[in-house]
């Protein structure tokens, strides 16, 4: 079965910066999209950002210039490091893969909080 397992979450100041790590078990083949999305309390999942086995990403209008994504192909790794944070971003954080069969799998979430 597929997994896949976040580390890295946690607490940060204001301004402050984070990197969160998943990896994917269970998976023959490179993942076709990986990434990450976060979910409010009684709020939808959004987008964060995801990136392509091509390493193509796409990035929330929120996050553009101060998250940056990136994976390791041979290893189905995604990273997501995360500078200048604000209270805003205080979400929990979920990984993605999706496979080319469109199947898509999510990690177990960890908790970002921003605060003072």
């Known amino acids: 079965q597929v997994q896949l397992v976040e580390s890295g979450g946690g607490w940060v100041q204001p301004g402050g910066s984070l990197r969160l790590s998943c990896a994917a078990s269970?998976?023959?083949?490179?993942?076709?999209?990986m990434g990450w999305y976060r979910q409010a309390p009684r709020k939808q999942r959004e987008l964060v950002a995801v990136i392509q086995n091509s390493d193509s990403a796409n990035y929330a209008d929120s996050v553009k210039g101060l998250f940056t994504v990136s994976r390791d192909n041979a290893k189905n790794t995604v990273d997501l490091q995360m500078n200048s944070l604000k209270t805003e971003d205080t979400d929990v954080y979920y990984c993605m893969g999706q496979l080319r069969t469109r199947d898509v799998y999510w990690g177990q979430g960890t908790q970002i909080t921003v605060s003072s």
């Open positions: 269970g998976v023959a083949d490179s993942i076709y999209l």
